[in-house]
């Protein structure tokens, strides 16, 4: 029989034991013999659950235990979720997490260790929850050169943004609802600024390219100035919002990665992806376009991906994974300035203001003293500088990339 054990309790924790649970005679059968969770590793009492037996509250516990083998790490953060990973990894454990925090910032490292311990570290939940894309990327794609990955990797925005679109509702009521409904925390700061679309981005970054990409190095815009005329105007334009996730290959070798709100067209895919619903397009140089899609979040969907990682781990307990990137010496990030994109600017002035600054494809009648431009393509130093100069004109309330 083989043993496991599962790092913290909360959500995704709970999940992965209900998932073992629930389909044990079906794990059975994919690796060849029953596996237990041996321990629950929490500091809070859980003494009253029906396997409130198997709870400790000394890391030490499943550390020094020879009988396992693979390890659960679903605490969140990059304190005492890095020690511990790093102490099962050189104590010959296999992890499997949904820390999408730990991987974008000590992925590399941890990935080394494993390697030089014979064991695996996998992370299949830290980017689509239960969407399959890290072992598509490592399996299915592995014969491209990736050109572009681009998603809406964040459900809580993309509801919030779904309400504002659909339902007329403004961003702070928006905002609320999520929460109400559970989709957003009691502090939704990492979620509206972008900061978890940003790891996932990284991480996506990190295996496409094959060196780090650093979340705090990465340009990161979240979705807190979006207004409702905003997305009215982009309805105009035959457009909807969404806070998209973005890395794309230059010839050159670097790559730009980034996290930004965007106007995209009604046609594209991922105009359609609505609600909490996650979706993640990659563009291999001999697949094109493929798109990933399903729920990016949720107790059993993310427990789902860290168990069938831990599943993996135990099958190739003999024959590791090979999974590795640099350390970010290579310095593949190109700075943002240089991309290139469409804007959508807001201004409040006169239009032939904004057209004597702007490299204008077309601009709006005025609304209240208030006109509606989309540019031609101009980089984001240009576009930066742009809006300076017409600030001196008027007020530039609004100005988004076009996708």
């Known amino acids: 029989m083989i043993k496991a054990a599962i790092m913290g309790h909360g959500t995704v924790g709970s999940g992965v034991y209900e998932v073992f649970e629930m389909n044990a005679e079906k794990i059975a059968r994919v690796v060849g013999e029953p596996v237990e969770v041996k321990y629950v590793l929490d500091l809070r009492d859980f003494s009253a659950l029906p396997y409130g037996h198997k709870f400790v509250t000394d890391f030490a516990v499943i550390e020094n ?10 605490m969140g953060g990059v304190g005492a979720a890095y020690q511990f990973t790093k102490r099962c990894l050189e104590a010959g454990k296999s992890v499997c997490t949904s820390n999408k925090e730990l991987v974008a910032t000590h992925g590399e490292e941890l990935l080394r260790i494993a390697e030089e311990h014979g064991v695996n570290y996998m992370f299949e939940a830290s980017v689509g929850g239960g969407i399959p894309i890290i072992r598509p990327m490592l399996q299915c794609l592995a014969a491209n050169e990736f050109n572009e990955i681009c998603g809406i990797l964040n459900g809580t925005t993309n509801y919030i943004l779904t309400q504002m679109i659909h339902n007329g509702v403004r961003f702070e009521d928006a905002l609320r609802q999520a929460q109400e409904s559970g989709y957003a925390e009691k502090d939704p700061t990492a979620d509206i600024e972008g900061h978890d679309a940003c790891r996932k981005i990284c991480i996506l970054s ?3 390219f094959g060196d780090k990409f650093d979340p ?10 979006i207004t409702l005329e905003d997305v009215a105007n982009a309805d105009k334009l035959g457009c909807v919002i969404k806070l998209l996730g973005r890395a794309v290959r230059c010839e050159d070798g ?13 046609e594209s895919p991922l105009a359609a992806v609505e609600d909490v619903f996650n979706a993640i397009m990659v563009d ?15 107790k059993l969907a993310t427990a789902s991906a860290v168990a069938a990682d831990m599943l993996d781990s135990i099958e190739h307990a003999d024959h590791r994974r090979r999974i590795m990137w640099g350390d970010g010496s290579k310095n593949l990030l190109r700075p ?20 004597a600054v702007l490299p204008v494809e077309s601009v709006s009648e005025p609304v209240q003293g208030v006109v509606v431009v989309r540019t031609r393509k101009l980089s984001t130093n240009d576009m930066a500088k742009k809006a300076s100069e017409l600030a001196q004109k008027g007020q530039v309330l609004a100005a988004m990339r076009m996708l």
């Open 65 to 74: 235990d020879p009988e396992i083998s693979v390890v659960a790490e679903v």
């Open 254 to 266: 670097t790559a730009y990665a980034y996290v930004a709100p965007h106007l995209i067209h009604k």
């Open 336 to 355: 943002i300035d240089s991309l290139q994109s469409a804007w959508y600017v807001r201004f409040k002035g006169a239009s032939a203001d904004a057209e």
């Open 216 to 225: 705090d190095a990465v340009s990161c815009e979240g979705i807190t100035k």
């Open 284 to 298: 291999g140089n001999a697949t094109g376009e493929v798109m990933f899609y399903g729920k990016g979040a949720g």
């Open 206 to 208: 990190d295996l496409a």
